[in-house]
């Protein structure tokens, strides 16, 4: 409870402008625990949609199907 009171304390003091960029810092390192401990499981369904549509956009359908994907026929020796 005593880091948690320093917090406030140090909180409090700083301007208004500032206390939103503690805020957005705090957003980031949730956020990035979060998907660092488990992946998408803690995602919200508005984050999976979004990261489902980043993935789509980021294929072209206009991109070449290689049919035949044997060795010989990629890579010329």
Sequence with gaps: MIAEEKLI??????????IDEVIDFVDFLLQKNRIRDNGSKHRTL???????????????????VV???RRETIYED
Excluded: C, G, V
């Excluded at 304390?9 to 500032?18: D, F, M, Q, T």
């Design 46 to 64: 508005q984050e999976r949609a979004d990261a489902i549509d980043r993935w789509a956009t980021s294929h072209s359908i206009e991109t070449p």
């Design 9 to 18: 304390a140090k909180i409090n003091n700083l301007p208004p402008s500032e």
């Design 67 to 69: 049919f035949d994907d």
